[in-house]
Each structure stands twice: as C-alpha cells, then as structure tokens.
C-alpha cells in the first residue's frame, strides 16, 4: 500500500455525533414555512369532493371578490401549463399512462384533486375565499376496491376501459410446468391495504421571481431539489440559470416528497411569476391526507410448489396493484415487487403478472419500502404455508432455502428493468444470528407455559433482501476554502438522515481531513448543477461514492501541488489530521489552511489561524510564488452503478395477542441487517430503527380506507394513528456486513430496510401465537376487529 | 362587555413583553411563528394530536394550534427558542444530541417543550416522562434514541444502556 | 386548516357570561378548546361568536359539600387526576381522568368541556353515568340541574342549550368501603376508548354500578350486570357472568351494524372483566 493511502483518521465506522443536531435542537430550523420573504402572498386550494364526477360548472365570482384575494386560477386560467404533468419512467408495459393536470378541468378523479387555486394576504383569508368557490359535479360511480376496478364497467379515466393502466410480467425458469408436476402446492389469497408516508412537516413551497435578475426562487420542501429545478425549467420554459430550487430542512419524506411533480410544485412558481409577488402554500395535515401521494395496496393470488423436505420448487403470483387516479412512477412500485419476491431464497422457477388498476383515490408513488413490504409479505406467507404443511417451523423452511454465501454474485434471473443481481450477501450468517436472539426453542417451551395460563404469545419472522441506489447517478463539488475547511455540495437533499455528518465522515477520511474542517451541504439546486434526489436508499450510496470520489480528485490536486512545494513525490505525501506531511519526515508538512493560503497568492488575510510554523511557512511562500497553479482547489465527483447493490436482513418478533379484544403487544424485536460498511453506526441504527416502528404501525394501525363512494375514511390524526413511544417494543440489533464490491466504499442502501418485512413477522407472529383457533392471516394491517373475526370464525372459544 | 374580531394581546414570550392587535381567530401557534418570528415552534396537525406545535403556557405543555392568541393575553409562554442559555444546549438537549434522538428535527422542539415541563415537577421519572412524550407523534427516530436520551437526562450520561445496539458501538 | 372568522368575548364572570349566550343565537362557549378548537380548524365548526369562559375562576375548583365533590366547569382534567380530594374521596374518577388524552390535553382540557361535548368515548361523561352525577346549567332563565342519566342524549349531543352554561357538576361520594375497577382498550394509548367500563361497588350497602362507553351512542349502565354484583357481590367466580351480562345489556341497547362495532362491544366484555376483577382485588386488599 502507498503512503498515499494509508489513512489513520479513520472517521468512517465512528458513531459521530451529528453535525446538523445543534441549530435544529435550538429551534434554529429552517423549514419552507419558516422561510417568509417580505410581501409574501398565500395559496390555498378548493380540492374536488367527488371522487368521480364530471365538473359542470366552476364558480370563482365571490371568492375573486373576498377580502384579501389577490388571484383565482383554474386549469383554464393557466393556457399550457395545464397539460399532464411528467411522467417519470416510461416502460412498455405501461398500456395507458395517466398524469394529472395541475388544475383539473371538467373531470376530478379522487376526493383531493386540485380544482382552483386562491391567493390572498395570508393563508386565512385564502382559506376563506376557497369556501366560496362554488364548484358543480355530476357524480359518477366510483372505482374504489381493487376487485370491482378490474370488474366494473365504471371507469376513472374515460378513455381507459377496462381502468387498466399497464400489465407488468417477469419470468423465470418454467414454473407452469413445475406446478403441474409438483408434490405440493399451497395457494393464498393475500392483500396489504393503503397506507402512507405521512412525514410530520407537511409539503410545501414558496417560490418567488425576482424581476430584475429574471431568476425564480423556488423552496420546497421536496425530496429532490435538483431534479424539481430541471423540471422547472422546461415547464415554465425557463433556462437553468434562472432557476433556483432549494430545499431547506425537511421535516421528513419518506417517498410522499418525492413526486415530480406535484401540481402544486408547478402553481406556486407559475403564481409567484404571474403576480410578481412571492407565494406560498403550506400543505395543511387535511390536504395532506387528500392530495399527498399514498401505496401499498395490493393484492395476490400467490402459489407456492414445494416438495416433502420443503424445498421451494416454484412460485407463482397474479397481483393487482392499486395506482389510484394516475400512474405518475410508471411502474417501479409493482417492478419492485415483482423483483423482490423471491428475496433471500433460491428459487428457480418464478413467475409475477402484476395488472396495474386505476382506482378513485389518491395517487400511488413509492412509500418506504416501495412494494418490497408486499413482495416479502406475500413470500413469507407462503413460506408459512409450507411449514405448516410440512409441520416444520417456519425458520426451518426459510434455512433449507436460503441462497448460499458462495452463490454470489447470484442472478436471479429477472430482467424488467435490468437484470436482478445480488452484488453479495451471507444470508446464513443473518439468519444464524437472528436465531440466537430469538432463542426460538426456548421461546416454544414459554410459548407452552405462557398458553397453560390462557396467553397467546407468538413468534414469526420475515428475511428481505433490498435493492438500493437506483441510478443513474449524483454528483458532488468539493473546494479547499481560504479557510482551509474543505467544503462538499452534493445535490441530495436530507430529510433527517443526518448527510451532513456521514458525507462528511467519508469525505474526511478521503481527505485526511479533521471532521471539524469538513462541511457538506445538500439540498441547493444552485451549487451542484445534476445530481437526482434522496430517494430508493440511495444517497449514502451514490452521493457518498461521489463526495469520496470528488474528495479523491481534490486530494490529488493537492498532493500535485504540494509535492512541488514540499519537493518530494506526490505518492510520499500522508494527508491525516487536516496537514499534509512528508512519510518519514513528519516536521516537513503543511496544514490544508496553510495549502490554502499558500495558493492564493493574492493573500486575502486568512481567516483561520493556521498552526503551520511561521519560518517553515515563510520559506514555503518563497516556493509558492515560483509555481504556477491556479489560486483555488475545486474538483467534482460523480458516482453511478450500472446495476443496484442488494442489503438484506432478518427480522423476528415476539407478540403477546389478547384474543378477547384483538390486541397485539410486540414483547421483543430482533433486527439484524447487512447494509455493507457502515459509515455511522448510530445514523444506521436511526434509519433502520424509524423504518421499524413505521412498520410496526403500518402492520398493527396504519391505514387509510375509503368508502364506496371513495370518500377517505381517514383525514386525521384522529382516524390515521401512527405508533407513539408506549409500543415500542424490546429491540435487538445486530449487523452482518458484507461489503459490495460494486463501490469504492463498499456501502448498500439502509433507508427502507427496516420497514420492509414488518408486516410478514407480524403476521406470522400473531398467527402463531393463535395457532390453537386455526386461523391464517392473509390481510394487513391486522386491526384488532379483524383479529376477533377470525377468532369467532374459526368456532374455538377463547378461553 | 362587547365582542370583537381583533383583540389586543399582551404577554411575555421568552421573558420579553410582547404587544400585539391580533384577529380572534388567529391560532397561538401561527402567532408565535409568524408574528413574532419564533419559528421553531412547528406545526404538523392542527388538530392536537402530533404534538409538534407544544410550548409551554404559565408553566403548563399545551398545543398551541388548539389556543388562539387572544387568549394568552397576560400569559407567560416558553418555546423552544428559550431552552438553550447563551448558546449552551440544557441538558435534556444535550441529551437528545448525544443519543441520536432527532434526525429531520421536526417533531423536536414540541417534545424538549413537553418534557421541560414535565422535567419541572416534583419527581419526574421515567414513567412520567415516556407518558408525556406518549403525547407526541416522530415520525422519523423510531424513539429509540429519544428514550435513551430520557435516560441520559435522569441518571447521567454514562448510565446509558446501549447494548440494544450490538454491532454499533 | 385555519378557523373561520368569530367574535370573540372574554366575560369576568359566570353572570356575564351568561348574559353573552343570552344575546346571541349562535354562539359557543370556548373552554379548554381541545374539542371545539380541531372542529374548528377543520371548519366542521364555525360559531360566529365565541365565548371563551378561561378567566371564570369561580368555576375552576373541587371542593366537598353534602357528601359530594363539587366540581366546577372550567377544572382542567389535569387537576381531576392530580387532585388528593379526588383520589382520595373517588379514587375512579381520577383513575379514570388518567386515561384521557395524553398530559398535554389534560393540563387545557376541561372536565364541563368534556361533559358538555358529550363524546360517547369520553371517560369523564361515562364517570358521571356511573357515579350519578348532576350537572347545574345556568341560563339567564335560571338554573336547573340535571342527572346524568338524562343529561346525555346521543352522539355529541347533550342537553345543555345553546343559552347554558355549565358551570359544576355534583358528585356524590361513594361509601368510604366501596370498591371500584376502571378499564378501558384504545389500539394506542391515550387515544378515545374502543370500549371501557367502570364499576363502584358498596358491599355494605347493597349498592353497585357499572357503566360502559365507547360502543353506545352515550354511556350507559348496564342494569343485569349491577343486578349480579348487588344480589351475589363481589367473587372471582362471578366475573365472567357480570361481564357476559354487561356485554348483553350493551347488545340490546346498541344496533352493532359492522365488524368494527361488534367488537368493540365484545371488548366491553373484556374490560368488564377487568375492571370487575381489579375491585375483587381491592375487596382482598380491604380485609
Ligand atoms: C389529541 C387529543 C386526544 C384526546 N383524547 C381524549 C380521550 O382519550 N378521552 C377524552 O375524553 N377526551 C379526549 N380528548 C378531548 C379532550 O378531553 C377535551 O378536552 C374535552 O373533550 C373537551 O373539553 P374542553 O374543555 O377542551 O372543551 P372545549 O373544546 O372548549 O368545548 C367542547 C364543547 O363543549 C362546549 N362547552 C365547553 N364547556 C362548556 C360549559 N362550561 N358549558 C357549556 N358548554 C360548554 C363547547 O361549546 C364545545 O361545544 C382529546 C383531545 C385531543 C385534542
Ligand atoms: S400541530 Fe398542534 S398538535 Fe399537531
Ligand atoms: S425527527 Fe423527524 S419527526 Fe421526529
């Protein structure tokens, strides 16, 4: 190994406090609506209270007239902007794709959809405007249940007949044939309900055109600053120089920031141009509930062919994935699904048919998870059925199927997108370890005991393997300030995945550099021109790749330039602890301040001190004014993969259930997870943990339901309940790491693992826990009436 | 005695007298946020349940999206841009920053209001305060690290018990 | 979210506060707001007028008289669950008071707000059925009082006028020996009751009540219940039977259209249970 990479800092692996903890604790946030520019002006919107309905007259007389109201606009007040938003991802399974309007027009397509915009003086009067909009419907039937979408000859969009937006099929092997000649076959009707990512700050934007400088100020609170920019600029025909996007703090996302666009993403900018004046509109938890991207809604007819050791011999699912009103993600939700079924398992002979339905409700965009949780739940079901069958436990099954250690790279054989390929894995090694935290034989002999005294304790798991890092690519920009503090602007904004203190991790370890003298920034269209967005547990991956990468450029620029100094070969230069030193002579060095300073020879005063010592210094700025270099240090990274890197992990858990009243207590909860190299254990441990508990609601009391004229049945926290700090269970937590050999860092994506398989371990673990009333559960979340259902059912009287 | 749609206020916020004519129906939280600039109190429901909008009114938590300004006329009121003394985190801050008990922030400062509160009375404990950040939705942290940082708060920071983490150490 | 515009009025005292609901057709009186506030950002409620009965200390208070607490309108249920009188002289009632909301609801909400709203999942309206409570209404009529029995009449929907104002509640104190159970089953904590069931029970004298919320339109005592706890008092191995008869006298009064109504009644029978067996402990501990 050369000095020149021998790195003693060793930042990487550390559980750095984070960086970005003070200001935010302090109340020194800066989220969208904290942002408020003089002569700021407020949106609110009337949103469409039919879910399916022809709109025979819109009304704006009173609200034009109100106190306050500076603008009314509906989708023909706005000419071209008004056309069918992007799509993102076209695929040629995609039969008839459906984007909204930004405004619509004379047809709504769920309760929530934007009709006319108001703007007044602030966000009352708006609100107060809005009333008075007077909007006629000619209600239609609505496509609600995913059953009667496929049946009915009710439509949502009129031109599509059979509401069917695109049929995505994958095949592996010939599984037909296996069927036909297996030992044993269980079949399973299994559906998952809706749900959403509901993050604590609501959306939001605020954008503001500067007439004088012809630019627009756009704040979003959005998941992909850079991206909405580029969106932008072709949708306001606007150069890239005249548009800004910023997404300061953001107060989580979780899939439902990160759409492309939302209509209001498009009115606010087209209002703030038209009026001169800044807008802003500030998503209300109601409007959040109606208007706000939502998934999971699924269903499968799944089968499974096996033979008498319980080998898996072939699986077959036929799904329906609810799209709501339009298909704005093409198909990466049932892709993802289709993708991930087969998980952690071999199995050769596979086949997925996932029909694509339009339904009168909210759009479908990736949740956390994004149709891995379904893939999982649908597996591990089946993997359930066959240990009953076989009267196994389920581990037992779960172990003779795993992938092998030395399989990989393994192919799986899918192709939708790109052929699915696991990077590397030691899914024994998860596996071996999440049985001893789970003890599961001890836990059988309490299980035993706990039943002689009427309790119903339960055990289940669930093994998932997660795709990260869709491409193409993100990049980042590195410079040595006059400072001496190196400083990184990557492209990906953060939602509370702390960026800013693991990007700096690695960018100090690249650079030799104290954490201290490292600042990344992210977020800000106007300081990496491409870059995409945090998103599909991508960012550590590529933006990390890419600060290293720009890190290791910058480093070698340094080193040229030192080496001339310091007379030596750049491959004898150690840069540790923000100095840049001579290997065997550590006394002959140079601080990156001193660098700095050095190279600037116009010699602004330097802002920081340097501790370089003076004589030394001044002999070196004799040399320095002998060389030619240019005065500043810039370099930038880029980072893509040409395939995803695979994480995966086991989950078990073990649930008390009160079989009177249908409560589940989860006791204690087993996570180990291999994401590769882990760069901050504690930032890790937060992701994967939040993921969890986001889980765990989504298994036990997370759902958002619609009536059959598709009227949400859940508007409020009141209706929608997400798990407070009373249920959280036990939790263990222990890693695997296998690095991926696809990245310089060797890092995976680790920011949906842990809501990916909940649902299967829940469900495996209340219906174990039940197992003396006989009963499968084939439907999540599991509500507490659903469980006494089953129970009264299954005719065994609780005693 | 007559009715008005504005109302003049006047209360201490963070220790300075405030005065403001406010309309009725505008909501403490917006009040604070938007009049006098105290941006830190956040607002993620307006219905009561997330609990992000919590400060601290004549020594009580309350949601401040479920009171209007006109009624904290002669109030004393603490957010979250008072926790912290001359720059210098409180310990139940400090806490949260050493045990990773926030990650976007958002749910954050609600819940140093609620438990500086709570931190306040006789006795405060751990079951006291877990129920009181029961009365708070983040979305983000899982909890984990916020009980540990309840933890660190009651019994010091070496007391902490990490092992749930194997491997992160 | 935002409230539609109001008038708003601060009266000094009960008196004044009375003469305000007097003048106005439409008005709402605004006490901990932790009810009419949410209706009201969702514009479900827009009163023109608001009547915010805060400064009425002379109605914030729990003091004992003739055997009862008095319990002015505008204590916040906070004080109910803190207060030494409650806990001591009705023990249920603070126990019960725990369970609402979270701490951050109880130091703002009310114990008249709660009774007034009259939410068929609320603890406090369904301590009051349990207890026989009165409710003194004040109009500028009059004042009348009114049991608990007949003061909640369905759904969100109680007696009081739109001219009244509520300003104590009357609880009489059960015997010194009685014994009581508390019980409740939210899917979290501190949400409203799925169902709950509270039971006060007077060995001595004979007496017992027992009152279920969450699954009827209003709480409601469960007669055939009382019936086996008076006749055969209190025994383990009567549990199941107070319970199954609770359970029955919720089915007949409620029309369980959906899964989710039958089991929300067949939790009552689950917190009959134990809430009947938390008294028989106490009737063990007693001895
Ligand atoms: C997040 C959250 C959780 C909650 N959880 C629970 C729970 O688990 N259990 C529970 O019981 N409650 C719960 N509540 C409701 C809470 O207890 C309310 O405080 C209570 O129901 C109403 O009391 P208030 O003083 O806030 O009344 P307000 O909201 O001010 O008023 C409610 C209604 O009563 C009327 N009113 C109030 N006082 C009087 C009076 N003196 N005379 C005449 N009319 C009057 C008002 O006009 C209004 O119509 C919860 C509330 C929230 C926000
Ligand atoms: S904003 Fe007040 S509780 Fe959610
Ligand atoms: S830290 Fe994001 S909601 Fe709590």
């Known amino acids: 190994m050369s000095p020149k990479d021998q790195i003693e800092t060793g930042w990487v692996g550390r559980a750095t406090p984070r960086k970005e903890d003070d200001r935010l604790l302090k109340g020194g946030g800066r989220y969208v609506d904290d942002i408020e520019p003089a002569r700021t002006l407020h949106a609110a919107f009337v949103r469409s209270m039919a879910a399916n309905a022809r709109i025979t007259a819109i009304d704006v007389e009173a609200a034009s007239r109100a106190s306050g109201v500076r603008l009314v606009l509906t989708g023909t007040d706005i000419g071209d902007l008004n056309a069918p938003l992007p799509l993102l991802g076209g695929h040629p399974s995609l039969i008839a794709a459906k984007t909204q309007l930004p405004l619509a027009v004379d047809r709504v397509h769920y309760v929530g959809e934007a009709v006319v915009m108001v703007i007044a003086d602030d966000r009352y009067l708006a609100e107060d405007a809005a009333a008075l909009v007077r909007i006629d419907y000619d209600s239609l039937e609505a496509v609600v249940d995913l059953e009667q979408a496929a049946t009915s000859a009710t439509r949502v969009h009129d031109d599509v007949a059979d509401n069917v937006a695109g049929v995505v099929r994958d095949r592996v092997g010939d599984p037909d044939a296996v069927f036909e000649l297996a030992e044993h076959v269980e079949r399973l009707h299994l559906s998952l309900e809706r749900t959403g990512g509901m993050p604590m700050e609501t959306r939001g934007v605020l954008a503001d055109w500067d007439p004088r400088e012809q630019v627009l100020h756009v704040w979003d609170s959005t998941q992909a600053p850079v991206a909405i920019k580029h969106g932008l600029c072709r949708l306001l025909k606007l150069s890239s120089e005249q548009v800004e996007v910023v997404a300061p703090d953001v107060g989580g996302g979780f899939g439902a920031k990160i759409m492309l666009f939302y209509p209001e993403e498009v009115l606010v900018p087209h209002a703030a141009m038209r009026l001169g004046r800044p807008v802003k509109w500030i998503e209300d938890r109601w409007e959040h509930f109606v208007s706000a991207n939502q998934e999971r809604g699924q269903t499968h007819e799944a089968e499974i062919a096996f033979d008498d050791d319980g080998k898996i011999l072939a699986v077959r699912t036929t799904f329906v994935h609810d799209t709501g009103a339009y298909i704005p993600y093409g198909i990466a939700v049932p892709a993802n699904t289709i993708t991930h079924m087969l998980g952690q398992y071999r199995v050769e002979h596979y086949s997925a048919v996932a029909t694509i339905l339009y339904t009168n409700k909210p759009p479908v965009s990736p949740y956390r998870g994004a149709g891995r949780p379904h893939a999982v739940f649908v597996m591990e079901r089946l993997i359930c059925a066959v240990a009953q069958r076989l009267g196994l436990e389920p581990h037992e099954v779960r172990w003779r199927n795993l992938i092998p250690a030395d399989a990989f790279p393994y192919d799986v054989g899918l192709t939708i997108d790109a052929p699915v390929r696991y990077d590397s894995g030691n899914y024994q090694e998860g596996m071996r370890k999440a049985l001893i935290h789970l003890d599961p034989d001890g836990f059988r002999a309490e299980q035993a005991s706990k039943r002689a005294e009427g309790k119903y304790l339960g055990m289940g798991m669930g093994c998932y393997i997660e795709s990260s890092g869709p491409g193409p690519y993100e990049g980042c920009a590195a410079r040595l300030t006059d400072a001496g503090t190196v400083v990184f602007d990557v492209a990906t904004a953060s939602q509370g995945q702390g960026h800013s203190t693991s990007f700096a991790q690695i960018a100090a370890d690249a650079m030799g550099a104290d954490i201290a003298d490292v600042v990344v920034r992210g977020g800000d269209s106007g300081r990496v021109e491409f870059g995409i967005g945090t998103f599909g547990s991508r960012s550590l991956l590529l933006a990390g790749n890419a600060v290293a990468t720009a890190a290791k450029a910058l480093r070698d620029q340094l080193a040229a330039y030192v080496s001339e100094l310091l007379e030596c070969n750049p491959d004898d230069l150690v840069f540790a602890d923000s100095r840049v030193s001579v290997a065997g002579t550590p006394s002959v060095s140079v601080s990156l301040a001193g660098i700095a300073a050095l190279a600037n020879a116009y010699g602004y005063p330097v802002v920081k001190p340097h501790d370089d010592d003076p004589q030394q210094f001044a002999a070196l700025q004799v040399r320095a004014g002998a060389i030619s270099a240019p005065p500043v240090f810039h370099a930038d990274g880029y980072f893509g993969v040409g395939q995803q890197v695979f994480g995966s992990g086991v989950h078990a858990a073990i649930v008390e259930v009160d079989p009177a009243i249908g409560s589940v207590e989860v006791l204690k909860y087993v996570l180990v997870h291999d994401c590769g190299v882990v760069v901050n254990p504690v930032i890790v441990e937060g992701q994967v943990l939040g993921g969890l508990i986001q889980g765990l609601g989504g298994a036990l009391l997370e759902r958002l339901p619609f009536d059959e004229q598709g009227q949400p049945q859940a508007t409020s926290f009141m209706d929608f309940r997400m798990m407070t700090v009373e249920s959280v269970p036990e939790i263990v937590l222990d890693h695997v790491e296998t690095r991926s050999p696809l990245n310089p860092l060797g890092v995976k994506g680790t920011g949906e693992a842990g809501v990916i398989p909940v649902s299967a371990v829940i469900a495996e673990a209340v219906e174990d826990a039940l197992s003396p009333f006989d009963i499968t559960i084939t439907h999540m979340p599991l509500m507490p009436h659903e469980i006494t259902q089953l129970i009264a059912r299954s005719r065994v009287a609780v005693t | 005695m007559s009715s008005e749609t504005a109302v003049s206020v006047r209360c201490t916020v963070n220790g300075e007298v405030v005065q403001r004519i406010v309309e009725a129906r505008m909501l403490l939280s917006d009040f604070l946020r938007h009049e006098l600039g105290l941006t830190g109190t956040h607002v993620g429901c307006e219905h009561g349940v997330c609990g992000a909008c919590t400060v601290i009114v004549d020594g009580s938590s309350i949601r401040a999206c479920l009171m209007f300004a006109a009624q904290v006329d002669d109030a004393e009121i603490e957010t979250i841009e008072s926790l912290a003394k001359d720059g210098a985190l409180s310990p139940l801050q400090q806490a949260f920053h050493d045990q990773h008990g926030l990650q976007c922030g958002f749910c954050t400062p609600g819940i140093l209001m609620s438990m500086t509160a709570c931190l306040r009375e006789p006795a405060p404990d751990r079951e006291k305060l877990l129920e009181t950040l029961g009365g708070h939705i983040c979305r983000c942290t899982g909890y984990v690290g916020i009980k540990r940082a309840v933890d660190q708060v009651l019994d010091g920071a070496d007391s902490v018990d990490r092992s749930t983490v194997e491997g992160a150490s | ?287």
Request: hydrophobic share 45%.
């Open chain 3, 1 to 287: 979210m935002k409230p539609a515009q109001f008038d708003y009025v601060r009266p000094q005292s009960a008196a004044e506060a009375v003469r305000a609901l007097a003048e106005s057709d439409d008005c709402k009186v605004l006490a901990g707001g932790q009810s009419l506030v949410p209706l009201m950002n969702f514009r479900l409620a827009q009163p023109p007028l608001l009547v915010d009965i805060n400064r009425l200390t002379e109605l914030a208070g729990i003091t004992e008289v003739d055997g009862a607490l008095r319990i002015g309108a505008m204590t916040r249920t906070r004080r109910l669950e803190t207060s030494a009188l409650v806990t001591e002289r009705i023990p249920v009632l603070a126990a019960a008071a725990h369970w609402v909301g979270h701490v951050q609801i109880r130091n703002r909400g009310t114990v008249g707000g709660s009774i007034a709203h009259g939410d068929p999942s609320a603890e406090l309206p369904a301590m009051c059925v349990l207890l026989d409570a009165e409710m003194i209404l004040v109009s500028s009529g009059g004042t009348r009082a009114v049991s608990a029995g007949d003061f909640f009449e369905g759904f969100l929907t109680t007696v009081v006028e739109p001219d009244e104002l509520l300003t104590e509640v009357h609880i009489p104190i059960p015997a010194a020996g009685a014994v009581w159970g508390f019980s409740e089953y939210a899917q979290r904590a501190g949400d409203f009751a799925l169902a709950g069931v509270g039971c006060v029970v007077d060995r001595h004298a004979g007496t017992a009540g027992l009152v279920a919320f969450g699954p009827s339109e209003r709480p409601m005592r469960c007669p055939s219940a009382e019936e086996i706890l008076r006749v055969d008092g209190l025994s383990l191995d009567r549990v199941s039977d107070v319970a199954d008869a609770a359970t029955a006298d919720v089915v007949a009064a409620t029309e369980a259209v959906d899964a989710e109504a039958v089991h929300r009644v067949a939790t009552v029978r689950a917190m009959a249970r134990k809430a009947v067996e938390q008294a028989v402990r106490m009737t063990g501990e007693q001895r």
